[in-house]
T-cell receptor, first 110, second 114 residues
Framework: EDKVVQSPLSLVVHEGDTVTLNCSYE??????LLWYKQEKKAPTFLFML????IEKKSGRLSSILDKKELFSILNITATQTGDSAVYLC??????????FGQGTTLQVKP | DTGVSQDPRHKITKRGQNVTFRCDPI?????LYWYRQTLGQGPEFLTY????????KSRLLSDRFSAERPKGSFSTLEIQRTEQGDSAMYLC????????????FGQGTRLTVV
């Protein structure tokens, strides 16, 4: 059965720290991997990754995919309190449904 | 705003009552997904549509749950004979298709069964 596993489940850092969030997956006929940020409401889209080794970047956030090892990482540099949220990883497989991991809860302390 | 829209935003119901939620996807999106999310968990897949066709329904989904997308535009999710365990956030998302495309979420409907 398709599954997505994120680690760590929770993380507490201080402002200015750099964090790395992990996402591994087992999906039949992988199509794409998506990262979302969720702050007490619906998830908001961050990145979509389809090709190995190509980094996607948006400000202090970046992400990369390794299709051989079946994982992705999301990096956040110079963290701010506004980065506190749940970060969700999701994968599209051949069935066409989007499967989510359980999320990583990030707390950034001042 | 032409994003995904869900209605209502909040619903409180008594156990045993039926409830229906509505989702209006982004207009050019032909895929529509329903998820359920409880505190501390990632969104749990319920069902999804390609236009008006329901392509898959979670095996974990009770027969009390049904979803429709009659004209391939908006969708409804109905829960019959609600139970306290149905209390959750119900999320709808839409996408153009599932190949190399983003999926965008609505604000969700928070259901509380008392």
């Amino acid at each position: 059965e398709d599954k997505v596993v994120q680690s760590p489940l929770s993380l507490v850092v201080h402002e200015g720290d750099t964090v790395t969030l992990n996402c591994s997956y087992e999906v039949t006929n992988f199509r794409s991997l998506l990262w979302y940020k969720q702050e007490k409401k619906a998830p908001t889209f961050l990145f979509m990754l389809t090709s190995s080794g190509i980094e996607k970047k948006s400000g202090r956030l970046s992400s990369i995919l390794d299709k051989k090892e079946l994982f992705s990482i999301l990096n956040i540099t110079a963290t701010q309190t506004g980065d506190s949220a749940v970060y969700l990883c999701a994968v599209f497989g051949n069935t066409g449904k989007l499967i989510f991991g359980q999320g990583t809860t990030l707390q950034v302390k001042p | 705003d032409t994003g995904v829209s869900q209605d209502p935003r909040h619903k409180i119901t008594k156990r045993g009552q039926n409830v229906t939620f509505r989702c209006d996807p982004i207009s050019e999106h032909n895929r529509l997904y329903w998820y359920r999310q409880t505190l501390g968990q990632g969104p749990e897949f319920l069902t999804y549509f390609q236009n008006e066709a329901q392509l898959e329904k979670s095996r974990l989904l009770s027969d009390r749950f049904s979803a429709e997308r009659p004209k391939g535009s908006f969708s409804t999710l109905e829960i019959q004979r609600t139970e306290q365990g149905d209390s959750a956030m119900y999320l709808c998302a839409s996408s153009r298709d599932f190949s190399n495309t983003e999926a965008f979420f609505g604000q969700g409907t928070r259901l509380t069964v008392v």
